[in-house]
């Protein structure tokens, strides 16, 4: 009865009070790789508390985010607002998902919405599931509709800014570049094409820089001159500090004019497309014959055209010797046309007959038994991996690149109804991974990505035959839902662009994010920077 009378006891060491990390404040509202690196910092050391202050032009108050791991479940986010006279707390979540986290800050930045915060501080019990998703849904939700009515906004603007327009059917892109070189015209030329985006920068009338979100140059133009249908744009005095060309528009022009009547060649009179098979006429022809054979033909790249050759082998699929060999259309139209134009190679919608050699006896292999060993890894609604799982395939990719040397790609998508911009349903997005699952190989794992994206992990894979694989993906579901589903790409790889797990998640993420507001639905990290 007398125990209140009693010193305190000392504090055990289970009891103690968390200690914090603060880190170096920003100056601007903290990036994803900000959020990734506090969740990193928070598992290494669980019970540490990570705090990230950072103030806003404009706004006379500091943010502040908390993140804690513990032994209970997911890390702990907590976001507060400090001004002169108080501190308020916005929201608590308890979530790995750092994208998620990520768009509660910017909608609380941007003073568009404040999240809903979990009762009970930060030894709150509560989670986030499919089944709980109004404080986190509506926060992203509302992010989204703002940035679709800037983009509606931004095309309106341009509609009236813009001093030439009309549909590509209707007028040529020659004449149209023509015109601007003519009038001397300085401003952006803004093309847009069925899943694709190209904008081109004049300096009087001469073209200065020009990217479609997975190549940067005067290869853009070659390439877009092909374009059949479409709008096109062009805004006066817009300008970029950018420099990718350096020769004048109507070189370009007639090159690109060349370009096209190969490709016509090739398309309609033999009938390659992507599925076509290249067949190697003579595959048995020595270096020496194949360097006198080719110096008859059209001068093109010498290196190329030996290794392009040498890709096809015996008989390959145009769209797999692109994969492997991830070459500029303006680089590999010319050669094809050049071999096939040789007789040296041929092409068929059929691979060839190949004699049948002595085959051993297939081992009772269970196809079925080992599905099953992925089952409890697969979301049922989509048929694909869950985050977890997914991410747990690209780290064994990683461990290959760090004892093979192999390199990876990550490609992150959103899928979305092109009429109100929101998640497709289930249904739609099961029938296109089952599309996808078609035109992928068996080593690429397709599955989720954070909680409303997706991905594919493409093993020994650069990020150019990537971009292939994406604009194939484009093509095939363009088909399919008539146009009626909108998928926006960004594609990171090791070592092209990081060396690690996190940063390989971060930059293909990002560039999924610039993909959504930028002109090309498939967008390379590396090409941020030009956009």
């Known amino acids: 009865?007398?125990?209140?009378?009693?010193?305190?006891?000392?504090?055990?060491?289970?009891?103690?009070?968390?200690?914090?990390?603060?880190?170096?404040?920003?100056?601007?509202?903290?990036?994803?790789?900000?959020?990734?690196?506090?969740?990193?910092?928070?598992?290494?050391?669980?019970?540490?508390?990570?705090?990230?202050?950072?103030?806003?032009?404009?706004?006379?108050?500091?943010?502040?985010?908390?993140?804690?791991?513990?032994?209970?479940?997911?890390?702990?986010?907590?976001?507060?607002?400090?001004?002169?006279?108080?501190?308020?707390t916005l929201w608590e979540h308890r979530t790995v998902d750092t994208g998620l986290i990520h768009s509660l800050i910017i909608a609380e930045v941007s003073g568009d919405i404040t999240a809903s915060s979990s009762s009970g501080g930060l030894n709150s019990t509560s989670s986030i599931s499919l089944g709980v998703v109004s404080a986190e849904v509506e926060p992203v939700k509302a992010a989204e509709d703002k940035k679709k009515q800037e983009q509606r906004r931004k095309e309106e603007r341009e509609d009236v800014e813009a001093v030439l327009q009309g549909d590509i059917n209707k007028v040529q892109l020659p004449t149209v570049l023509q015109s601007i070189q003519i009038g001397q015209m300085t401003g952006r030329l803004a093309i847009r094409s069925e899943g694709r985006g190209v904008d081109i920068y004049f300096d009087d009338g001469e073209p200065i820089h020009a990217s479609d979100g997975v190549d940067t140059g005067q290869d853009v133009i070659m390439d877009l001159i092909s374009l059949k249908v479409g709008k096109f744009r062009f805004l006066p005095d817009e300008r970029t500090m950018e420099r990718s060309i350096n020769r004048r528009l109507d070189g370009l022009i007639m090159e690109a004019i060349t370009l096209v009547d190969q490709s016509s060649f090739l398309e309609q009179q033999q009938g390659l497309n992507g599925e076509a098979y290249l067949i190697a006429r003579n595959p048995s022809m020595s270096p020496e014959e194949f360097e006198e054979a080719v110096y008859q033909g059209n001068p093109v790249d010498p290196s190329l055209q030996r290794q392009l050759y040498r890709e096809i082998g015996d008989y390959k699929k145009l769209s797999d010797v692109l994969r492997s060999k991830p070459l500029k259309r303006s680089e590999w139209v010319p050669i094809v046309f050049n071999l096939v134009t040789l007789n040296l190679i041929g092409v068929s919608d059929k691979p060839p007959q190949t004699r049948k050699a002595t085959q051993l006896l297939d081992a009772q292999i269970d196809i079925k038994t080992l599905e099953q060993v992925l089952k409890p890894c697969m979301r049922a609604e989509t048929g694909i991996l869950t985050y977890p799982a997914f991410q747990y395939f690209v780290s064994q990719e990683c461990f290959r690149y760090e004892l093979c040397g192999m390199p990876l790609s990550v490609m992150v998508f959103s899928i979305r109804r092109r009429q109100d911009y929101a998640a497709a349903d289930f249904t739609v997005v099961k029938e296109i991974m089952m599309a996808m699952s078609v035109i992928k190989r068996p080593i690429d794992m397709l599955g989720h990505f954070q909680m409303f994206d997706y991905a594919v992990v493409l093993p020994n894979t650069g990020t150019r035959s990537a971009a292939v694989f994406a604009q194939k993906t484009l093509e095939t579901v363009n088909g399919m839902t008539q146009g009626a589903v909108v998928m926006n790409f960004g594609i990171a790889g090791i070592p092209e662009n990081c060396k690690t797990m996190g940063q390989l998640l971060s930059a293909s993420y990002e560039a999924k994010k610039h993909a959504e507001s930028a002109a090309s639905p498939v967008i390379l990290y590396q090409n941020i920077q030009s956009l």
């Open 1 to 88: 009865m007398f125990r209140s009378n009693q010193p305190p006891r000392e504090q055990s060491k289970n009891q103690q009070t968390p200690t914090s990390k603060k880190l170096p404040q920003l100056w601007s509202t903290p990036t994803i790789d900000n959020v990734v690196s506090m969740l990193t910092m928070s598992k290494k050391d669980p019970g540490l508390i990570v705090e990230q202050f950072w103030t806003v032009e404009g706004q006379d108050c500091v943010f502040d985010l908390k993140s804690t791991a513990d032994e209970n479940g997911d890390p702990i986010w907590a976001m507060s607002k400090s001004t002169l006279k108080e501190t308020k």
